[in-house]
Nanobody
Framework: QVQLVESGGGLVQPGGSLRLSCAAS????????IGWFRQAPGKEREGVSC????????DYADSVNGRFTISRDNAKNTIYLQMNSLKPDDTAVYYC?????????????????WGQGTQVTVSS
């Protein structure tokens, strides 16, 4: 079972930026896709962004498109999520996850392995 560890969360003011990291215990290329998800209190977990290993394509939720960027460093087995122009509605626990086989890249139910999460709080 692959281990995923998120880091980089914290408290930031609206309009600020954070970069989240997801460090994997093995090559992320062994999985069909790596995704970033988030969950706010009282809300369902939602897909934020994902990146496929077999292609160059990436997906973004409409709510973050144009503000967030997903990238990878294969030598470090690490996936990043650069978050710019942060809004209070971005406040959530952010998780990275790995999927053995994915059809809908932002689908929560399609992911098999999950990290512990990192808290992002956007507030004045």
């Amino acid at each position: 079972q692959v281990q995923l560890v998120e880091s980089g969360g914290g408290l930031v003011q609206p309009g600020g930026s954070l970069r989240l990291s997801c460090a994997a215990s093995e090559s992320t290329l062994d999985y069909d896709a790596i995704g970033w998800f988030r969950q706010a209190p009282g809300k369902e977990r939602e897909g934020v962004s994902c990146i496929r290993s077999s292609a160059t394509s990436t997906d973004y939720a409409d709510s973050v498109n144009g503000r967030f960027t997903i990238s990878r460093d294969n030598a470090k087995n690490t996936i990043y999520l650069q978050m710019n122009s942060l809004k209070p509605d971005d406040t959530a626990v952010y998780y990275c996850a790995a999927s053995r086989k994915v059809l809908q890249c932002l689908g929560v139910d399609e992911y098999d392995y999950w990290g512990q999460g990192t808290q992002v709080t956007v507030s004045s």
